[in-house]
């Protein structure tokens, strides 16, 4: 039973948000609220009390709520904002981001009402610019608006290594930086298995495909899935993150970070080696990077910041 309860708060109770809500309650973190607008009271109440009953089966002793009343919300630890719209057939990335600016940007809005020393972890799509939009409304120190995408990226990235050498899992260490999209910079250099590099186990075109195939990873499973986006890896990526906040465990994790002067970027937020602890971002972590991958990173950047520059103003 957990001596100091914590508490998380989850906007948006679809695939994803649910998935984490979860995680987290399963592995004893929190009491956890799950929030969805007020037209999906009913199922996202049904999705609360099924968590619950889950709980004495698996052995946590969380409470797990839906609502759509923010002030159940009121004096979270973390809240993590997973709502916003998918991209439909037909609409344009500035309707995306305009659309899902607006969501993001109201969401903070009534999450810093009921918990202004909260920390903020962003999913919503498309995240880099979201996770800047959540910034901007919050008006909160950066170290607490923490943007989810590198965990993701690098545990597609450690799967794909490790089915191609037939290894554990739990003996692959990449990192993924950058965006959150095509542009994104596997930073193969630093990758390795079990403290065997891993350029010294594959060839450089079986890592090319490796790299290329993370790069299409939500898009590989959106395909299968049909109608719907990757859920399980996201939330499983959020819920570690949260792990290390709320248990102060300060876990090298890649995370979407405000730059200010950081691998020569300012005033944007870009997924960066991150310390994850009880402050939100610790400390960012400034790898050497040869040409290669700072041109790499360049083009990463630029990515971010076309699609920060369709965000309304004002």
């Given at each position: 039973m957990m001596l100091n309860r914590r508490k998380v708060s989850i906007i948006g109770a679809g695939?994803?948000?649910?998935?984490t809500a979860f995680m987290i309650a399963s592995k004893e973190m929190a009491d956890v609220v799950l929030l969805d607008i007020p037209q999906m009271e009913n199922p996202t109440k049904g999705k609360g009390l099924d968590m619950q009953e889950a709980m004495p089966v698996i052995g946590s002793d969380v409470?797990?709520?839906?609502?759509?009343?923010?002030?159940?919300?009121?004096?979270?630890?973390?809240v993590i904002i997973t709502a916003g719209l998918p991209r439909k057939p037909g609409m344009s990335r500035d309707d995306l981001v305009s659309t899902n600016a607006g969501i993001v940007q109201s969401v903070t809005e009534q999450?810093?009402?009921?918990?202004?020393n909260?920390?903020?972890?962003?999913?919503?799509?498309?995240?880099?610019?979201?996770?800047?939009?959540?910034?901007?409304?919050?008006?909160?120190?950066?170290?607490?608006?923490?943007?989810?995408?590198?965990?993701?990226?690098?545990?597609?990235?450690?799967?794909?290594?490790a089915l191609e050498l037939g290894v554990s899992v739990?003996?692959?260490?990449?990192?993924?930086?950058?965006?959150?999209?095509?542009?994104?910079?596997?930073?193969?250099?630093?990758?390795?298995?079990?403290?065997?590099?891993?350029?010294?186990?594959?060839?450089?075109?079986?890592?090319?495909?490796?790299?290329?195939?993370?790069?299409?990873g939500g898009g590989e499973i959106g395909g299968l899935l049909g109608n719907a986006s990757a859920y399980y890896a996201?939330?499983?990526?959020?819920?570690?993150m949260t792990e290390s906040i709320l248990k102060d465990k300060r876990r090298l994790l890649p995370s979407i970070a405000l730059l200010e002067g950081e691998f020569g970027f300012h005033d944007l937020f870009l997924g960066v080696p991150t310390i994850l602890?009880?402050?939100?971002?610790?400390?960012?972590?400034?790898?050497e990077l040869d040409e290669a991958e700072k041109e790499w990173l360049n083009r990463s950047a630029e990515s971010v910041r076309r699609v920060v520059a369709m965000v309304p103003k004002g």
């Open positions: 695939l994803t948000g649910a998935t409470t797990v709520v839906g609502t759509s009343q923010y002030e159940d919300t009121k004096d979270s630890d973390v999450v810093m009402k009921y918990s202004p909260a920390i903020l972890v962003i999913l919503s799509n498309p995240v880099d610019a979201m996770t800047y939009v959540a910034y901007q409304t919050a008006g909160i120190p950066k170290q607490r608006v923490i943007g989810q995408a590198g965990v993701l990226d690098t545990a597609r990235f450690n799967t794909f290594v739990e003996d692959v260490h990449g990192f993924v930086i950058g965006v959150h999209g095509d542009d994104m910079v596997p930073l193969v250099r630093y990758s390795n298995v079990a403290g065997v590099p891993l350029q010294k186990l594959l060839p450089k075109e079986r890592i090319d495909a490796i790299v290329e195939r993370t790069a299409k996201p939330a499983a990526s959020l819920a570690e602890g009880a402050n939100g971002i610790e400390k960012i972590i400034e790898v």
